[in-house]
Structures are given as C-alpha cells and as structure tokens.
C-alpha cells in the first residue's frame, strides 16, 4: 500500500505555474503541414510554443511550423487531429513512453519503431510490427555466473487517449552451470492498464511465474505499480515497484530515477533498493546505483 501512495503522489507533481493571461487559455493552432491542434498554451518563446492537448499531453511546436492560431472560446467546438502529429518531432516528448526502468508500460510501441535499452547490466531492444503488437529480447550482458534472456510479446490496445490496456508475456531462459539449478524455461504473463499520456501517466500490472522445467515452480505471484511525471519540459521522475515470489520466497524492488531526455534518447540515473523475503520475513535488504540509457530507434 505504501508503494501505491507514493506511486500516485510522484505521478501527481504539478508544474510551477505560468502567470501570464494569455498562457492560460486554450488555443487552436493550424500547422503548416494542415493538421489542427487544440490545447491550453503553457509557454511561448522566439523558437516554439509549448502546448497542452488532450491526446499528446504536453508537446513543443517549433514557432516555424505554425500557419495560424486564435483563442477559442470556451463553448467553441473544434476538431483535433492531433494524434496524427509525429510523435518524434518535438524534444518535449518521453521518447520512450512504453518503457519505465526493467518494466514496461501498457502504451503500445510504434509500428516499424523500436528502443534500445542498456540498463544496469541488462540491454535489449524491442520494435512495434504494428500499432499494437511488439515484441523484445533482453539478456544479461556479462554472463557470468549465470546466463539470463528474455523474449517478451506485448498486445496493446488503448481504449482512450488516457487509458491503455496490455497484455504481455516474458519467457526467460535461465541457464546456471555452477549449482545445481541448470537450465530452467519460465514463462511470465502479465496484465497491464496504465492512465495517462506519453509524458505523464501511471501503471498497474499484475501476473504471475511458472517454469516448464521445475513442477514445483507454480503459480508465484508478481505485481507493479509504475509513474513517471514530468519535473519540467525535458526532464521527468520516474518510480517502478514491483514484486514476484519465488518459492517461499519474495523479491520486492523500488526504484526512484531522474530521466532527462533529448530527441530520441533519455538517461536514467537512480537508485534501486532490493528486498528479500524469506517465509514472510525481510531476510536481506540492499540499495544499487541505477544507471540506464534508452535509445528510440526507427523512422522520423
């Protein structure tokens, strides 16, 4: 329950507020490229303005884009194409929004785009075939004294522009010489539901382990709670929690990180807290530096 608190508490961070009249209303803004944008302007400089809509969030349109604009009323109704809007174009965008630190989210990855992830001392890459089908392949980048891999599928569908529901399954190949584990086939299927946009939003997920291999391995529960919240327009916070049981035994993880992003890449850097429970009770606990780089690959 505490998790979910401060999950929901770092998500809820409000911006500093703009005090000009003007920043505050909402304006339609014609692009040269025919597309109509409708949001509340948050911020206006020589190089672009900085808009808030209902289906992007908060994005940048460079000032050289823009053919028109006027203040709407707040009874008028207009039309907002927005979603047709490159998603890359702007650096005010979390480039990797499907992503949160190892977790992902239920935000579908781009057909025919993809990531590349070097975290700790995972990496892996993952690509949209279509808008709403993925798949990935991680693994432990020194292997030694044990091999880890992980090819993952996820089905996303986004109900609304806020709302997104996924479902994926992860399917690890284990593989320790030196003990008397050996080779082990575990299968990970999980629910997803995450609220909010590209740059603000919030997950919820739940599934559960089991191996082909070992019977005894059956039905070992696993959990998220996940958010990211913008501190300002290239820099965001970002927490993920999760917890899977193993046995008698329960790994819990929470993670605190500051991702800066710049065009299509962020930087993560964090700490990582590792709990261990034995037969209910904490049987060792441990903080790590987290240190991770994502790269969003794939057409501009």
Do not use: C
Not at 49 to 64: D, N, R
Not at 91 to 98: D, I, K, L, M
Not at 237 to 254: A, D, I, P, R
């Amino acid at each position: 329950m505490k998790i979910l608190v401060f999950a929901f508490l770092i998500l809820f961070l409000g911006f500093e507020g703009l005090q000009a009249q003007e920043i505050s209303k909402k304006y339609q803004i014609v692009l040269k490229d025919g597309n109509v944008l409708k949001g509340k302007l948050l911020e206006i400089n020589k190089t672009f303005w900085v808009l808030e809509t209902e289906t992007l969030g908060i994005i940048e349109i460079p000032f050289e884009n823009i053919k028109s604009f006027e203040i709407l009323d707040k009874n008028q109704e207009v039309t907002d194409n927005s979603s047709n809007i490159d998603k890359t174009a702007s650096n005010a965008y979390n480039p990797v929004p499907e992503r949160y630190l190892f977790m992902p989210s239920a935000i579908p990855l781009e057909a025919k785009k993809g990531n590349y992830s070097f975290l700790l001392l995972f990496t892996g890459v993952h690509y949209g075939f279509t808008e709403k089908f993925s798949a990935g392949i991680n693994f432990f980048a020194i292997p030694i004294p044990f091999f880890l891999s992980n090819i993952n599928f996820k089905f996303s569908h986004s109900f609304k522009p806020n709302i997104h529901l996924a479902l994926q399954a992860n399917n690890f190949l284990f593989y320790e010489p030196f003990f008397s584990t050996g080779l082990d086939l575990i299968h990970n299927p999980n629910l997803l539901i995450t609220l909010g946009n590209r740059r603000q939003n919030i997950t919820l997920g739940a599934g559960t382990f089991f191996s082909f291999i070992y019977p005894d391995f059956r039905v070992n529960p696993f959990f998220q709670v996940s958010a990211v919240t913008p501190l300002n327009w290239r820099t965001f916070l970002v927490t993920q929690n999760f917890y899977f049981g193993l046995f008698e035994t329960g790994l819990l993880s929470n993670s605190l990180a500051v991702r800066l992003a710049r065009k299509n890449k962020v930087y993560d850097l964090g700490v990582t807290n590792f709990t261990i429970y034995d037969y209910g009770d904490v049987f060792d606990s441990f903080p790590a530096p987290y240190v991770g780089i994502q790269i969003s690959l794939g057409k501009k």
